[in-house]
């Protein structure tokens, strides 16, 4: 027998995620007067800890895909994928511009060092370009000073054939917090962006789901988000919940309680003692650790449902364990399962926020050695369900 836990992927609710997301732009960008923008599906971290292969199914409706990792996108590509693929950090090494090739991958272009592998290659396909301004990020891109130039140097290599025709990106630092930021590192990149450039991607999850961007906007006909988080059924930001947003969690982490143990008040539990029951308690046992991808910093008190009914973890989270309070719950016994987070559970940002991280970082780091069970469609689900 495997040990009880898994890592429930809701292909229905991924789907469902981007129907809201895409509702959201369309809505939003007719009020403006534009054309919705097209829709990179942001998968990279193995879709953010859903798998490739469920990010490609749900997403069928996505105008393409963005990641970083050039093994994924070939994934893709060989799962079927057939429209545009974006590696949102380029090439690392000159030997990747044959992979491009071959598999028509759009590349991000964000340093000088980028364009100097490109200046050199021998290319059979012409590739698809995106160059990436730093706007006050200061992560990945061009400073302001040097985009014209760099954009000028791809441009050239248009003309020779290397590329087939270049974009304009740029990355907010806080899109899901300080608006007047966002506001600021577009009117930057307005102010260098030619407006003759066809392509632009400028929103990630928080930016795609703000119409205070929309007057904001470059002009260029072809707008792409980028949307990640929210496609997961996490929120990207921290005073809206994902249900507020109406994203259903794509992702349930749930473990059974394999023991149960009486303590009686005044007895510690778990490494350090680190809870001190006050009153006796009726203490689950759950086949789920920090070596699984369940925050080892989440402390007592954080949520945890078992038989439906939400309640309270109890001391320090050990590697393969962790202990929940059954006394609110008589009829929860060995086999009974607990819903660490996602379907019929917390949600996965409430358990981030309580052990100070952020969804985006638990559902990336659930471990393989947690199996994967993957609801296809909504009989699945209805069957799970029950
Ligand atoms: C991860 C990432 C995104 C998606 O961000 P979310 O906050 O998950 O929506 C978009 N663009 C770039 C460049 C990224 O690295």
């Known amino acids: 027998m ?36 097209f829709v990179w599906a942001v998968i990279k971290a193995n879709a953010y800890g859903h798998g490739i292969e ?49 598999y028509n991958l759009t590349v991000v272009v964000h340093s000088f060092n980028q364009i100097e592998m490109l200046k050199a290659a021998t290319i059979t396909q012409a590739l698809e370009v995106m160059v990436k301004m730093n706007t006050g990020m200061n992560r990945l891109g061009f400073s302001p000073a040097d985009f014209s130039m760099a954009f000028q140097q791809i441009q050239d290599l248009v003309n020779e054939g290397v590329v087939a025709s270049a974009g304009a990106m740029t990355h907010f630092a806080r899109a899901d917090d300080d608006f007047l930021v966002t506001k600021t590192q577009l009117e930057l990149f307005n102010r260098v962006v030619p407006d003759a450039v066809q392509r632009v991607s400028v929103c990630n999850s928080a930016a795609s789901l703000r119409a205070e961007v929309l007057p904001y906007l470059p002009v ?21 919940s994902a249900a507020h947003l109406g994203l259903r969690p794509a992702q349930s982490l749930q473990a059974e309680i394999i023991s149960i143990q009486h303590v009686e008040a005044g007895e510690g539990i778990g490494y350090g003692h680190a809870y001190e029951a006050s009153t006796p308690l009726r203490v689950g046992i759950v086949a789920c650790g920090y070596a699984d991808g369940y925050p080892r910093h989440a402390p007592s008190g954080t949520p945890i449902s078992v038989e439906g009914v939400e309640t309270r973890l109890l001391g320090r989270v050990s590697m393969d364990m962790l202990m929940v309070d059954l006394t609110p719950i008589p009829h929860a016994k060995e086999g009974s399962i607990a819903v660490l987070w996602g379907q019929n559970g917390p949600s996965v940002d409430t358990v981030a926020h309580c052990a100070g991280t952020l969804g985006y970082e638990l559902l990336c780091a ?3 050695r947690v199996p994967r069970v993957i609801l296809n469609n909504d009989e699945d689900e209805a069957k799970h369900e029950r």
């Open 2 to 37: 495997p040990r009880p836990i898994s890592a429930i992927i809701s292909i229905p609710a991924l789907r469902h995620n981007l129907a809201v997301v895409i509702e959201t732009l369309r809505e939003n960008y007719a009020s403006v007067d534009r054309e919705p923008p």
């Open 54 to 102: 469920a990010g490609v199914a749900a997403f069928a409706q996505a105008d393409g895909l963005a990641m970083l990792d050039f093994s994924e996108a070939i994934r893709c590509r060989e799962l079927g994928w057939t429209k545009p693929i974006m590696l949102l950090e380029g090439l690392f090494d000159p030997d990747d511009i044959a992979t491009a090739c071959q």
């Open 220 to 240: 260029a006909t072809d707008q792409w988000v980028r949307p990640g988080i929210c496609l997961y059924g996490s929120s990207p930001f921290s005073t809206r």
């Open 366 to 368: 659930v471990a393989p």
